[in-house]
């Protein structure tokens, strides 16, 4: 056996045979203890840097898909045939690949580390934002038909880099972060930071790239992703892997689905990824700034040819929001996860009530505040989600790329679903019909979660105790 294997299967063992000492009350736990630390570490470092690298790539996401927006809507105002189904089918593809690269590349960050998936992810995401603009360098004008396969295309591509990257990143941080839970919470909750705090400064920067660069604001995008790759650089992971195939995958990943905790969830983390797919993508930016009027809605239109309000008020939002994911960080490691859950949820009913009638002309003074305090519990939902799905990632160890990539899979088909029927729902009935839908998934999501609490508590006594 190798010094590497020796040293991936001492460890636990060590650790192991100190827990059974401390069962039993025996004096030898010292020198248990004192011989762990003989055995090399084999954990991951650099875990700041790969924070620093999801705060580059929510930058970029960001901006991108409000770039691409007001790409959509310039074509529209230059005689395209652009609607809000086809912005939201456009923008959906990039959760096509996801959907079926993610768990591969998840359990092959496993076996052959995860490094290198952390520094092509990004790059390939570079290489996609590229590709949108050719069609628009001869002409103002393009064929319909080629600005539709080069968006498409790009989003394919951004995708892969997506599917690639997102696995690997949460794989590093869960097994970084094992025996310490509110470190767990704490670095959770950095990372949407990093998310959040990225989407703000995207949506504050995205509107103004197109604003005063216009196509070469595509170039920009590209800059921010490569900045992310080169960011994991620093990133030393773990030296404990192991060969993996196909067949041994799927066997895993049914072997994960099927535990309780995890396959009572899933309907709620779609839901909830669904309500991002709603909100966070090009769809917004069209229904907002598209040269449209509808009676009695008041938010559709009233930005058309303002893109610098435009990312005043969704750069607002998003400060607001990475604001509450502080005070979360810091209450979040000490906060039972399913009621945090169950409570954050709600939050995305409040924030749509209020801007349903803010939509039809409420006073600001009253629905505002609604808003605000919606967002605010929303803002706990997904560093209490990736930490409840860390906590769930210790019964399977060694297939922490693997779950990650199946929640690469979950996040895709929620956000697939978001931008689909967000766009239909747009289509439809405008702002009103983003802000029904969303209440619709958080109805959803509520009732997941309320059911995986309550058969948590009705577990029998002789199960494996877990964090509810």
């Known amino acids: ?122 790059a390939l995401s570079a290489l996609a934002v590229l590709l949108i603009p050719l069609g628009s360098l001869g002409a103002a004008l393009p064929p319909l038909a080629l600005v539709l396969a080069l968006v498409g295309a790009a989003r394919l591509v951004e995708g892969l880099g997506s599917a690639l990257s997102v696995p690997a990143t949460l794989g590093l941080l869960a097994e970084g972060t094992d025996d310490h839970p509110l470190q767990r919470g704490r670095l959770m909750s950095l990372f949407e930071l990093a998310t959040s705090g990225g989407l703000a400064l995207g949506a504050v920067l995205g509107p103004i790239l197109w604003q005063r660069l216009h196509l070469l604001a595509f170039a920009v995008l590209a800059a921010l992703y490569l900045g992310a790759s080169a960011v994991v650089s620093r990133v030393r992971e773990s030296s404990c892997g192991r060969k993996t195939d196909g067949a041994a995958n799927l066997r895993r990943s049914l072997s994960i689905l099927a535990q309780r905790r995890l396959a009572l969830f899933i309907p709620a983390w779609i839901a909830v990824n669904a309500i991002v797919g709603v909100w966070i993508t090009a769809q917004i930016a069209f229904v907002l700034t598209a040269p449209l009027h509808v009676p009695g809605q008041r938010f559709v239109g009233s930005l058309h040819g303002r893109p610098g309000a435009l990312s005043a008020i969704l750069g607002g939002y998003v400060l607001w929001f990475s604001l509450c994911v502080v005070v979360w960080a810091v209450a979040l490691g000490r906060l039972p996860r399913l009621p945090v859950l169950l409570v954050t949820t709600f939050g995305a009913v409040l924030a749509s009530a209020g801007l349903i009638l803010l939509n039809h002309g409420g006073a600001p003074v009253a629905f505002i505040p609604l808003v605000l305090a919606g967002v605010f519990l929303e803002a706990g939902f997904t560093p209490a989600a990736l930490a409840y799905l860390a906590d769930a990632s210790r019964a399977f160890a060694h297939d922490r790329g693997l779950l990650m990539g199946l929640y690469s899979v979950i996040l895709g088909v929620g956000q697939l679903i978001g931008n689909v029927l967000g766009g239909v729902f747009a289509q439809v009935a405008y702002f009103d019909g983003l802000a029904y839908f969303t209440i619709l998934l958080a109805v959803v999501a509520m009732g997941a979660i309320a059911t995986l609490l309550v058969t948590t508590h009705r577990r029998p006594r002789h199960a494996e105790p877990v964090r509810p």
């Open 1 to 122: 056996m190798s010094y590497r294997a020796l040293r991936c299967r001492l460890i636990p063992s060590l650790g192991m045979a100190a827990r059974l000492r401390h069962r039993q009350g025996g004096i030898l736990i010292r020198q248990v203890r004192q011989d762990t630390r003989a055995v090399p570490e084999a954990r991951a470092s650099g875990l700041g840097a790969v924070i620093w690298s999801q705060l580059f790539l929510r930058v970029a996401s960001s901006a991108g898909l409000l770039v691409i927006g007001s790409y959509l809507v310039d074509l529209r105002d230059h005689g395209a045939g652009i609607t809000s189904l086809l912005v939201g089918a456009l923008t959906a593809l990039v959760y096509v690949t996801e959907l079926l690269v993610a768990p591969l590349a998840g359990a092959l960050s496993d076996a052959r580390g995860r490094k290198a998936f952390l520094l092509a992810g990004p």
